[in-house]
């Protein structure tokens, strides 16, 4: 078995659809006009029902086989959101929107997700029910968890569920996954530092917080190195740093943004209690005083075994057992597909996208060359799963 024919057909047309996306980005939920276009497109398909406006601005899509089964019906999953990124790219498409682009190949996978509904609801192939389900929101925004809060799961009854993502530096028509963690979960830091100011010519009588939140910057990365088994993975990165406004004042307060990323829970743990102690300690050493705000994300995304080697199997009959990576490394970005893993088995899976631009990169690209095999394997994960 390869790529369907069919699918293969239809490319140039799917590609155009993700072009227009590519156009017209827009972020977190306020992708009305994703999601007009997203809904316009599945009536059209003759989905047997479409729903608009769950977890603020989702849209979903019923698509019932020739044969009824009531108790059997999988999710499968595409995000809509696009980036606050300047595009550099000189395209024909290029974004239209000053400061936003898709950046991160949201455009891609809604493309092929829409590919696949319009074929599964001419051929209905199946026996059981398909659910699209097109997420706004996954930049940061946890629209997974908004549309699992709006009963996504129970409304539709979704047993199971599966996502993929593109991956620059994948070959196109390779796939690769893991059973277990594959995605970090992502916590946000924020750590206010308060001294005394005073006059830059004078430290002595002041508490200087650039040199404090500088010091905390350089201990808490001893939680990764001497804290964390040196088998697993951990990251502690401080990415905002801000102090101060002329050259001649030592600031009163200094404050830090960062993000921690971890692959179990207990590691999650780990890092929030050692991050509390090195701050607070370090500012104490001082004669400061620093608090940190350890504020949960996305929780680390996990691949049910089951549902795993079942996602590799027909990724396999699509693209060539020998073409599949089923123990990729686990990768330390975060996605909130992670929530509805946790709500019900599945799987998360890489398409590669070639020699691109890296993720969230201005010169990023989807690879329109990756459309036939993505659109592929929704069409035979559903196929297979609910066969007839």
Not at 27 to 32: A, E, G, R, T
Not at 43 to 51: A, I, L, P, Q
Not at 220 to 230: A, E, K, T, Y
Not at 352 to 368: I, K, M, Q, R, V
Request: hydrophobic share 45%; with cysteine.
């Amino acid at each position: 078995m390869a790529v369907i024919n069919r699918i293969a057909d239809q490319q140039s047309e799917i590609a155009a659809w993700r072009h227009d996306l590519h156009a017209h980005p827009e972020l977190l939920f306020d992708v009305q006009r994703t999601a007009a276009s997203v809904a316009a497109k599945l009536k059209s398909f003759g989905c047997d029902e479409v729903v608009s406006g769950l977890g603020r601005t989702g849209v979903v899509g019923v698509i019932r086989g020739r044969k009824s089964s009531a108790d059997k019906a999988i999710g499968l999953r595409a995000d809509m959101d696009a980036l606050p990124i300047e595009e550099a790219n000189d395209l024909p498409y290029k974004s239209t929107v000053p400061g936003k682009m898709h950046a991160c190949g949201h455009d891609g996978h809604t493309a092929m997700l829409l590919g696949a509904a319009r074929y599964l609801a001419e051929t209905r192939n199946f026996a059981g029910t398909a659910v699209v389900i097109f997420q706004p929101a996954e930049e940061g925004g946890a629209g997974g968890k908004a549309m699992l809060d709006d009963g996504l799961m129970e409304r539709f009854k979704i047993g199971e569920v599966y996502g993929m993502h593109n991956f620059p530096g994948l070959a196109v028509g390779q796939f690769a996954l893991r059973r277990g963690p594959i995605m970090a979960a992502a916590d946000q830091l924020t750590i206010d530092v308060e001294g005394k100011g005073g006059h830059a010519a004078r430290p002595h009588l002041a508490v200087d917080t650039v040199l404090v939140a500088a010091q905390i910057i350089n201990n808490i990365q001893s939680i990764v190195s001497r804290n964390v088994d040196p088998l697993e993975a951990a990251v502690v990165s401080i990415t905002m740093f801000h102090a101060g406004n002329t050259d001649n004042v030592i600031p009163q307060t200094a404050k830090l943004v960062g993000t921690a990323r971890s692959l179990t829970p207990q590691l999650r743990d780990l890092l929030e209690k050692r991050l509390h102690a090195v701050v607070e300690g370090t500012a104490a050493l001082y004669g400061a005083k620093a608090t940190l705000k350890f504020r949960r994300g996305y929780p680390v995304l996990v691949n049910h075994a089951a549902q795993a080697d079942f996602a590799a199997k027909v990724a396999g009959e699509i693209a060539g057992r020998d073409k599949i990576d089923t123990d990729m490394a686990p990768v330390m970005g975060a996605e909130d597909f992670s929530f509805m893993l946790n709500a019900r088995p599945g799987a998360f899976i890489f398409v590669g996208n070639g020699e691109s631009a890296g993720l969230h990169h201005p010169a990023y690209n989807f690879n329109d060359e990756a459309i036939p095999f993505g659109t592929s394997y929704w069409v035979k994960l559903v196929e297979t799963a609910l066969a007839a």
